[in-house]
């Protein structure tokens, strides 16, 4: 049966081409965090290790919700190794064992990358496909993304302790009291 919900064949397959992209580079940055949290050693293991399961955990159901969003325009989403492989934006680290710092370093890059990717397919779904369903979609998984960043960016700025006192604070805008 045809499917109507006011795109054309072209501008479905224009959003199923984004979540497909998408659907690679959450597989490869859910390979990756998987395998730090398995490899992770040091005295910041279990932080790390814990923080990495619930990631893992999420990114599995954002490649579930990616998967199922691509059914219901009518496309199906990849499947393979080679498939992700070839579609991604994100690069395997193949044969090497970071430390700690540096596997959170990646994992940020990572999930950077795929903001800026989300926020193109964002804009791409919204004016060139008309497809505000996909665009909603993909702002929260944007959204995700960038707290999974903002909280593994927390913990390399952390990296460096200082006394309390010592350490210049950035000029922030802070709400005022009404």
Not at 78 to 90: P, V
Not at 115 to 121: A, S
């Amino acid at each position: 049966m045809a499917i109507n919900i006011g795109l054309t064949d072209e501008q479905r397959q224009g959003s199923v081409d984004i979540l497909n992209r998408v659907v690679a580079d959450a597989y490869l940055l859910l390979i990756k965090t998987k395998k730090y949290h398995w490899d992770v050693i040091g005295p910041q293991f279990r932080t790390l290790h814990e923080l990495w399961e619930e990631q893992y955990e999420a990114l599995t159901e954002t490649i579930d919700a990616c998967a199922e969003r691509i059914r219901t325009l009518g496309g199906y989403p990849l499947g393979t190794a080679e498939g992700f492989l070839s579609h991604a934006s994100l690069r395997e680290h193949a044969g090497d064992l970071p430390p700690a710092v540096e596997m959170v370093k990646r994992l940020v890059t990572d999930h950077e990358q795929i903001i800026r990717n989300l926020r193109e397919g964002i804009d791409r779904c919204s004016e060139e496909f008309h497809d505000e369903g996909t665009a909603d979609f993909l702002t929260g998984l944007m959204e995700e993304h960038e707290k999974m960043a903002w909280m593994l960016r927390s913990f390399v700025e952390g990296e460096a302790f200082e006394p309390v006192g010592t350490r210049e604070t950035k000029s922030l805008k802070v709400p005022s009291k009404a």
